[in-house]
């Protein structure tokens, strides 16, 4: 099993471009979430699905759009770039509606926005 | 506001010394506790998770929690620190059933020969 795969790994954007980050996994979880990590600041939630067709917000959810069309797929949308965007996005997924606990992270996706 | 603190964003030990990780959560009823470890360039693994079973909850790699009501505390633990448990260690709670997981700032574990 690849676990949770996310695509790319690095990118750079400029300030008002758009872009989508892909994430998959291959465990049939049904919870799956998005995070950002910025220094100091510990892991914040962005958005997060229960199961396809269900998507609710997190902590962080501005300038964010999600979609769960399938199980396996979790896309993050940035519609508008900018600065404050920066930072390295985790995708996690878990097994059940609910976190369990044990969350199962994607290996990053370092941002920059110029 | 619920939340989860972690004393000490970066700690320095000896290898083979005694390591300490604090973490303390905000609310009086037990929550859910974890502990998770990032290396670098990588995503979070689990440690060790707390939930309401045994107070002391043992982990991968010989690390070790302690669950403290008294003192809203779940501080993280390891007898002998070694090169290998350089990372990032997040300390993370979910205060209800269905509630989210929320992170610690996370405390940086450096290890010195």
């Known amino acids: 099993n690849a676990g949770v795969t996310q695509t790319p790994k690095f990118q750079v954007l400029k300030t008002g471009q758009s872009m989508t980050l892909q994430c998959a996994q291959d465990m049939n979880h049904e919870y799956m979430s998005w995070y950002r990590q910025d220094p100091g600041m510990g892991l914040r939630l962005i958005h997060y699905?229960?199961?396809?067709?269900?998507?609710d917000q997190g902590e962080v959810p501005n300038g964010y759009n999600v979609s769960r069309s399938t199980t396996e797929d979790f896309p993050l949308r940035l519609l508008s770039a900018a600065p404050s965007q920066t930072s390295v996005y985790f995708c996690a997924s878990s097994p059940g509606t609910g976190v369990s606990g044990e969350l199962f992270f994607g290996e990053g996706s370092r941002l920059t926005v110029l | 506001a619920q939340s989860v603190t972690q004393l000490g964003s970066h700690v320095s030990v000896s290898e083979g010394a005694l390591v300490l990780l604090r973490c303390n959560y905000s609310?009086?009823?037990?929550?859910?506790l974890f502990w998770y470890v990032q290396y670098p360039n990588q995503g979070l693994q689990l440690l060790l998770k707390?939930?309401?079973?045994?107070?002391l909850v043992k982990g991968i790699n010989g690390f070790e929690a302690e669950f403290k009501k008294s003192e809203t505390s779940f501080h993280l633990t390891k007898p002998s620190a070694h090169m290998s448990d350089a990372a990032e260690y997040f300390c993370a709670v979910i205060y209800n059933q269905g509630g989210k997981l929320i992170f610690g700032q996370g405390t940086e574990l450096s290890v010195k020969p």
């Open positions: 699905s229960v199961g396809a067709g269900i998507t």
């Open positions: 707390y939930t309401s079973a045994a107070t």
């Open positions: 609310s009086s009823v037990p929550p859910y």
